[in-house]
């Protein structure tokens, strides 16, 4: 299954973290230096949630921007010590 989205598809990306040293010119430094770089993961934010599909609710793993975005339906829970109506 893994780090991915199940709506969008959003997997792991790769990218490089930079350390560096001394202060930038415009603060009236000699500028940065790069001492090192290292590979890193950016991971998506995943939330398992209950979503509605069809007729039937099922767990997905939702990234969230496809949750604030409303590519899903989460799923309606009822509410607790709520009295049935009486007609």
């Not at 603060?27 to 940065?32: F, P």
């Not at 290292?38 to 997905?60: A, C, D, W, Y």
Request: aromatic share 4%.
């Amino acid at each position: 299954m893994g780090q991915k989205c199940d709506i969008c598809g959003k997997t792991p990306s790769l990218g490089n973290m930079v350390e560096q040293r001394g202060k930038p010119k415009y603060l009236g430094g000699n500028g940065r230096k790069t001492t090192g770089i290292t590979r890193r993961k950016f991971k998506p934010n995943l939330q398992r949630i209950r979503v509605q599909e069809g007729g039937s609710v099922r767990r997905r793993r939702v990234c969230t921007r496809c949750l604030r975005s409303g590519r899903v339906q989460k799923a309606v829970v009822r509410h607790p010590f709520a009295l049935p109506e009486i007609d």
